[in-house]
C-alpha cells in the first residue's frame, strides 16, 4: 500500500509567479485535503475535495485553488505568490474519518 | 479565534516516565479528536483518536483521554521512550465534514 507522496519537496518561488504543488493520495483514499503550515503553527485547513469536486473550504483568498483528478491524485494553485506563503504545504487523503494520511510536505520558499 | 489549544509549547521528561500532553478546545461541535506525531521534514503522522461518545481510547503505550464537560483532552504515553521526541499535534473535527482544526503543538523532548 503505497502512502502519500507529495511533489517537489521543496520550491523557491519569487513573489508575484504563480505554483503548483502535487499530490498522490494513498491508494483507494478518495478525499485529499490541503494544509499550510506556517512556523511555530499547527497546520491551518485550506481547503478539501472529495471524488473530484470541492468539500469545504478554510479561511484563504481565492488565489489558493486546486483540483482532485479521477485517480484521486490532486494539485494545489497558488496565484500571485505573497511573502507571507511561505510555509510547509501538506497535502492528507483519506477514506474515513478515522485517520487521515499526510504526506512529507512541500516546503515553499517566496522571495 | 484559536479553537484548539495546545498551552504547553515544550515538555521534557524523563526516559520510563510517563509523558502527558493537554489539549483544551473551544468548539461545541468538535465530536473527533485525534493526535499527530510530528518529526522534522517529515509529515504529521496519526497516534490515536477518540470519538465525543467515549472518554478513553487506549492503544499500547498511548491512551487518550476526553473529558467533554471541560473540553479537554489528552495523551498519556507511558512509558516514554527517547523515540517518542517530537511535536505532538491535538486535532479536533466536527461531524458535518471531514476538516481538522490543529493546535500548534507541544515538543516533546524525552531524555535517556
Known amino acids: 500500500e503505497t502512502g502519500v507522496t507529495q511533489s517537489p519537496t521543496h520550491l523557491i518561488k519569487t513573489r508575484g509567479q504563480q505554483v503548483t504543488l502535487r499530490c498522490s493520495s494513498q491508494s483507494g483514499h478518495n478525499t485529499v485535503s490541503w494544509y499550510q503550515q506556517a512556523l511555530g503553527q499547527g497546520p491551518q485547513f485550506i481547503f478539501q475535495?472529495?471524488?473530484?469536486?470541492?468539500?469545504g473550504r478554510g479561511n484563504f483568498p481565492p488565489r489558493f485553488s486546486g483540483l482532485q483528478f479521477p485517480n484521486y491524485s490532486s494539485e494545489l494553485n497558488v496565484n500571485a505568490l505573497e511573502l507571507d506563503d511561505s510555509a510547509l504545504y501538506l497535502c492528507?487523503?483519506?477514506?474515513?474519518?478515522?485517520?487521515?494520511?499526510f504526506g512529507q510536505g512541500t516546503r515553499l520558499t517566496v522571495v | 479565534d484559536q479553537q484548539v489549544k495546545q498551552n504547553s509549547p515544550s515538555l521534557s521528561v524523563q526516559e520510563g516516565r510517563i509523558s502527558i500532553l493537554n489539549c483544551d478546545y473551544t468548539n461545541s461541535m468538535f465530536d473527533y479528536f485525534l493526535w499527530y506525531k510530528k518529526y522534522p521534514a517529515e509529515g504529521p503522522t496519526f497516534l490515536i483518536s477518540i470519538s465525543s461518545i467515549k472518554d478513553k481510547n487506549e492503544d499500547g503505550r498511548f491512551t487518550v483521554f476526553l473529558n467533554k464537560s471541560a473540553k479537554h483532552l489528552s495523551l498519556h504515553i507511558v512509558p516514554s521512550q527517547p523515540g517518542d521526541s517530537a511535536v505532538y499535534f491535538c486535532a479536533a473535527s466536527a461531524s458535518s465534514n471531514y476538516k481538522l482544526t490543529f493546535g500548534k503543538g507541544t515538543l516533546l523532548t524525552v531524555n535517556p
Open positions: 475535495y472529495y471524488r473530484e469536486e470541492e468539500n
Open positions: 492528507a487523503s483519506s477514506l474515513d474519518r478515522v485517520r487521515a494520511f
